[in-house]
């Protein structure tokens, strides 16, 4: 098992959009709706911010929305908040009643 | 609220046993699956484990396959993860996470404790 491959580090500007990719195989990503997003800041646990490729918990703003093309899925934050600033981690369904995590993205709001 | 409290962590030598404790509240835990994920020092999240609401069933990361276990208490509102035949590269926080409500969004992990530290050192 392989970790889903992540960007190891994004940046933007307060107020800009931004995008993380998680790229996988046809066993995982790719193969089943069951993908989502964690949000990690340092020396926390992390939280849930997206299920089901696009849904959000109730509680995580509409800024954080996922989507999935293929065999990748993607983050993507708009109107970027310093509190933004964390370490971000897809995860993923992978099959035989196992779950995958990326490696994960650290995001710097400059 | 939910509540999630890990405990059970500390040092212990390769190839020695370690069992984790997580005590939950705020929900009711019968009705959910369990997950443990681990995060080894400066390193991203790894899932380790999952056990059904009800017990019936557990399945593992191939990484601790054959060396850790995943049990419940529903009377005790507890998840416990066995860890035998530790090695060095075991040696991460372990959270403990409540699924969401669900046999299809089971593999998400909702809520999560604040984790406790395992290191795995001679």
């Known amino acids: 098992q392989s970790a889903l491959t992540q960007p190891r580090a994004v940046s933007g500007s307060p107020g800009q959009s931004v995008t993380i990719s998680c790229t996988g195989t046809?066993?995982?990503?790719?193969?089943?709706?069951?993908v989502a997003w964690y949000q990690q800041h340092p020396d926390k646990a992390p939280r849930l911010l997206i299920y089901?490729?696009?849904k959000r918990p109730s509680g995580v703003p509409d800024r954080f929305y996922g989507s999935k093309s293929g065999n990748t899925a993607s983050l993507t934050i708009s109107g970027l908040q310093a509190e933004d600033e964390a370490d971000y981690y897809c995860c993923s369904y992978a099959g035989r009643y196992t779950v995958m995590f990326g490696g994960g993205t650290k995001l710097t709001v400059l | 609220q939910v509540q999630l409290v890990e405990s059970g962590g500390g040092v212990v030598q390769p190839g020695r046993s370690l069992r984790l404790s997580c005590a939950a509240s705020?929900?009711?835990?019968?009705?959910?699956?369990m997950h443990w994920v681990r995060q080894a020092p400066g390193k991203g999240l790894e899932w380790v484990a999952v056990?059904?609401?009800?017990?019936?069933?557990?399945y593992y990361a191939d990484s601790v396959k054959g060396r850790f276990t995943i049990s419940r208490d529903n009377s005790k509102n507890t998840v416990y993860l066995q860890m035998d035949s530790l090695r060095g590269e075991d040696t991460a926080v372990y959270y403990c996470?409540?699924?969401?409500?669900?046999?299809?969004?089971?593999?998400?992990?909702?809520?999560w404790g604040q984790g406790t530290l395992v290191t795995v050192s001679s």
């Open positions: 705020g929900f009711s835990f019968s009705s959910y699956a």
């Open positions: 056990i059904w609401y009800d017990g019936s069933n557990e």
């Open positions: 046809s066993a995982d990503v790719g193969g089943y709706d069951y």
């Open positions: 996470a409540r699924a969401m409500p669900g046999s299809l969004r089971a593999w998400y992990s909702e809520h």
């Open positions: 089901d490729v696009t």
